[in-house]
Nanobody
Framework: QVRLAESGGGSVQAGGSLRLSCAVS????????MGWFRQAPGKEREGVAT????????VYADFVVGRFTISQDNAKNTLYLQMNSLKPEDTGEYYC????????????????????WGQGTQVSVSS
């Protein structure tokens, strides 16, 4: 059983930065595909960024390209999401997710592809 625990959320002004962390247990090496998702009040959960740990390929949602960076630290069993140039529309609950399987890049931003989810961390961006 994979357990995921997010941290690093908070409240910032537009233009600010936050770094989210996702601690993976027992080990990040058991999860070939990982991703970050977010959900704003009244909206569906949407994919933000994904990382294929087998070959390092990364997929970003169009709305975060150039602003967010997904990365991993295998020694710390941690997945990160560096968020820069934050906008009010980035406000929401951010979730870390892991899949037991690899999926085509066109599908990796879809929530149904993921088997494990963290509890979420809140990000609030004020204008």
């Amino acid at each position: 059983q994979v357990r995921l625990a997010e941290s690093g959320g908070g409240s910032v002004q537009a233009g600010g930065s936050l770094r989210l962390s996702c601690a993976v247990s027992p080990t990040i090496t058991t999860t070939p595909l990982m991703g970050w998702f977010r959900q704003a009040p009244g909206k569906e959960r949407e994919g933000v960024a994904t990382l294929n740990r087998s070959d390092g390929r990364i997929v970003y949602a169009d709305f975060v390209v150039g602003r967010f960076t997904i990365s991993q630290d295998n020694a710390k069993n941690t997945l990160y999401l560096q968020m820069n140039s934050l906008k009010p529309e980035d406000t929401g609950e951010y979730y870390c997710a892991a899949s037991r399987n690899l999926w085509p890049e066109s599908l990796t931003l879809g929530a149904p592809q993921y088997d494990y989810w963290g509890q979420g961390t809140q990000v609030s961006v004020s204008s």
